[in-house]
């Protein structure tokens, strides 16, 4: 069974760039979240969806990350724009009950 | 509001020693734990989880958690810390209607 895939695996862009990334979840799995990683910090949620409605983006900052996931099946991340306090790993997951399965993660950093 | 906390950043055992990594968690209802294990430049990689039932669960390498009800604790172990056991450890809590919370995370240091 392949596993979550994302893409791309780093990305550096400057401040107030635009930078979107894309999650591919496991074959079947009804659920997708994506996280923001800090250094040294545990994974946060940023939203989650269920099929192609959202279930929580209450920690998602909406005045410049948005996310969509159309057909319930992939999913895209955006930040438009980016700030230096975006630097981080995105991770996208996913899951069919309740154990969320992780992809690599997505590395940005923003100069 | 539940949470996580984990209270050491690093834990350094030898190889072929037990190891402990310590968990606690605060959340209303029923709680669902779970241990993750991330490698560098990995994404986290399920590890174990608690919903029911027996309060000591195995899962993946060797590795087992007991969950404690009083103590509001879910501690991971193995019986023989190998040296690829070295990684950050994450413990999560959620219940049954909200989101997953993740502790800062243990890094764990096993040498030969």
């Known amino acids: 069974e392949a596993g979550v895939a994302q893409s791309p695996r780093y990305k550096i862009i400057e401040k107030r760039q635009s930078v979107a990334f894309w999650c591919n979840p496991i074959s079947g799995h009804a659920t997708l979240y994506w996280y923001q990683q800090i250094l040294g910090q545990g994974p946060k949620l940023l939203i989650q969806?269920?099929?192609?409605?959202?279930?929580?983006d209450s920690q998602l900052p909406k005045d410049r990350f948005s996310a969509e996931r159309l057909k319930g099946v992939d999913s895209t991340l955006k930040i438009q724009p980016a700030k230096l306090e975006d630097s981080a790993v995105y991770l996208c997951?996913?899951?069919?009950?309740?154990?969320?399965?992780f992809g690599p993660g997505t590395r940005l950093l923003v100069l | 509001a539940q949470s996580v906390a984990q209270p050491e950043d690093q834990v350094n055992v030898a190889e072929g020693n037990p190891l402990t990594v310590k968990c606690t968690y605060s959340v209303s209802g029923n709680p669902y734990l779970f241990w993750y294990v991330q490698y560098p430049n990995r994404g986290l990689q399920f590890l174990l989880k608690y919903i029911t039932g027996d309060n000591l669960v195995k899962g993946s390498y060797g590795f087992e958690a007991e969950f404690n009800k009083s103590q509001t604790s879910f501690h991971l172990k193995k019986p023989s810390a190998l040296v690829s056991d070295s990684a950050l450890y994450f413990c999560a809590v959620k219940n049954a209607g909200n989101m997953l919370t993740f502790g800062g995370g243990t890094r764990l240091m096993v040498k030969p």
């Open positions: 997951a996913s899951s069919r009950t309740e154990t969320q399965y």
């Open positions: 969806f269920q099929n192609n409605g959202v279930v929580d």
